[in-house]
């Protein structure tokens, strides 16, 4: 299998993690990647919410520089994913859209490469089976909530490769690695996104009703695959526990205490299903508990099943630390460069 990588900013700066262990599994799984030659930023939030010609342009740019090389596009960024796919439909269904990228641009492009996201490859493309076959440290025991966010399976006829609604690629993908896929009902609500620079408290909200909700769900840890929501759970989860100690001293902390039905939703004691706006609490059961939480790439998560040292997946880059589900998965050592007791 080969792609042309497009890495996007945030793998090449903040999310150097995510990159790292997306090129390791990978590799371990001879997947081969060639970055996009002079690739350039696909706009993100701030070109589709101020010009509406570059919000098309710029990540047209990378699928025609792909081209050259004959491979469809693999990107493992869920917002870079989003502005690539939604290029590309553009062009393909709106003809002045086309034109116009074409006049900015300077070379035609008719939408027709390909653009996937790593997990779209690696479970549609390589197959939950055979990741299955290569495991080599089976993650028993971890229970693991998948947190999908706003933009990889929505709008549905952009991304289309999971429910928009139920999506469960990163479930299949914890599961192979012999971990728990707990349910949960938030596994698509929002984040925050880029709030978190503008709103940090908005964002603390957010992140305080996901952490709560998985742990509540039995959750260990979360998985994600966008860095942005990573940054938005895992740096700002210390916003998330002022959030919590809120809730604790006020008037929230007497609200009934949700449970989780089998189903993945959210439950009231009287047995009514809860909204999503709803504050969620700790395993331990009492609102504005928030225990520290991991949240982790679904790429690092699955080269710890492929039995690649840590150093390779970066996960020092954890603001949360993942060193106790190391210690707990692989309690006579995990084979990596933690402090667990085993060798790099």
């Given at each position: ?115 996937r996201h790593v997990v779209d ?79 940090s408290s908005v964002v603390g ?140």
């Amino acid at each position: 299998m080969k792609y042309a990588f497009f890495p996007g900013c945030s793998l090449e700066s903040t999310a150097w993690d995510f990159e790292h262990s997306t090129r390791a599994v990978c590799r371990a799984l001879e997947i081969e990647l060639c970055d996009i030659p002079d690739w350039v930023c696909c706009g993100s939030t701030p070109a589709h919410s101020s010009n509406a010609s570059l919000a098309v342009a710029l990540p047209v740019f990378n699928p025609q520089k792909a081209q050259t090389l004959g491979r469809p596009v693999m990107t493992a960024c869920a917002s870079c994913y989003a502005r690539l796919r939604a290029a590309n439909h553009k062009v393909r269904n709106e003809p002045d859209e086309r034109r116009r990228a074409e006049r900015i641009t300077g070379r035609p492009y008719d939408g027709s490469v390909d653009v996937r996201h790593v997990v779209d490859v690696l479970v549609n493309g390589y197959g939950v089976g055979q990741i299955r076959t290569r495991v080599k440290r089976p993650l028993a025991g971890l229970r693991v909530a998948c947190y999908y966010g706003c933009l990889l399976s929505r709008p549905p006829d952009v991304v289309a490769f999971d429910d928009p609604n139920q999506p469960t690629a990163m479930d299949d993908l914890v599961a192979a690695t012999g971990a728990e896929p707990v349910q949960w009902p938030y596994k698509t609500e929002c984040c925050g996104a880029s709030l978190s620079m503008t709103s940090s408290s908005v964002v603390g909200r957010l992140g305080y009703k996901l952490i709560a909700m998985a742990r509540r769900a039995g959750a260990h840890c979360l998985a994600v695959a966008c860095p942005l929501c990573q940054v938005n759970l895992d740096l700002r989860q210390a916003d998330a526990a002022k959030h919590a100690a809120g809730v604790a001293a006020g008037a929230n902390q007497t609200q009934p205490t949700p449970t989780v039905s089998p189903g993945g939703h959210a439950v009231s004691p009287g047995g009514h299903t809860v909204s999503p706006g709803c504050h969620a609490v700790s395993p331990g059961g009492h609102a504005g508990e928030l225990p520290p939480t991991p949240v982790l790439y679904i790429t690092q998560l699955l080269g710890l099943a492929l039995g690649l040292p840590t150093g390779e997946l970066g996960l020092k880059a954890l603001s949360v630390s993942a060193d106790p589900l190391l210690h707990a998965c692989y309690a006579g050592g995990c084979g990596c460069d933690c402090d667990c007791g085993g060798t790099s």
